[in-house]
T-cell receptor, first 115, second 111 residues
């Protein structure tokens, strides 16, 4: 079946602009996660959704970052007033139930470059 | 100290070699442990979960030592296609859904 998809695959923007990154999880997966990965680093947790609600947003670096999942499926990560330090690959993952032991399936990521 | 630590490598080994990676974690109450594989410019993919009793999947063996708080991954008979970064992942105690990732260990298998 279809895996996790993310759009766009690449996004180049200028400092100060607003961007939206989209994640379409595996159908039926109730849990959805956003991560950020910089070169040479492991993924860094940003936010986790269980259904429509953000169960844990403690990884969002500041109030410029916001994410929604209004219908419990597709999620959008929104970044306001982008900064050069926001440049990274933004990964989305989904899992069946969101328990600690279930497998997270990742999308291919969106490579964000802030000039 | 980082919550999850790995030797970043790189490990350069010839085909057919056996290679082992270790990972240490700081929170003794962590419950779930995984090894993910990530190819260059690709997303991470689950290689295997790590159970207390140890588990094996073909050429790959994972072990957990709770007393010493480390996880290991053993790859036997290395193939060229095993070249990748191997990420150690641990769930943060008290919050099953937040996984903490190591920086990854880079493996290059050479012909």
């Amino acid at each position: 079946g279809a895996g996790v998809s993310q759009t766009p695959s690449n996004k180049v923007t200028e400092k100060g602009k607003y961007v939206e990154l989209r994640c379409d999880p595996i159908s039926g997966h109730t849990a959805l996660y956003w991560y950020r990965q910089s070169l040479g680093q492991g993924p860094e947790f940003l936010i986790y959704f269980q259904g429509t609600g953000a169960a844990d947003d403690s990884g969002l670096p500041n109030d410029r970052f916001f994410a929604v999942r209004p219908e419990g499926s597709v999620s959008t990560l929104k970044i306001q007033r982008t900064e050069r330090g926001d440049s990274a690959v933004y990964l989305c993952a989904s899992s069946t139930a969101g328990t600690g032991g279930d497998t997270q399936y990742f999308g291919p990521g969106t490579r964000l470059t802030v000039l | 100290r980082k919550e999850v630590e790995q030797d970043p490598g790189p490990f350069n080994v010839p085909e057919g070699a056996t290679v082992a990676f270790n990972c240490t974690y700081s929170n003794s109450a962590s419950q779930s442990f995984f090894w993910y594989r990530q190819d260059c410019r690709k997303e991470p993919k689950l290689l295997m979960s790590v159970y207390s009793s140890g588990n094996e999947d073909g050429r790959f063996t994972a072990q957990l030592n709770r007393a010493s708080q480390y996880i290991s991954l053993l790859i036997r008979d290395s193939k060229l296609s095993d070249s990748a970064t191997y990420l150690c992942v641990v769930n943060r105690a008290g919050n099953n859904r937040k996984l903490i990732w190591g920086l990854g260990t880079s493996l290059a298998v050479n012909p």
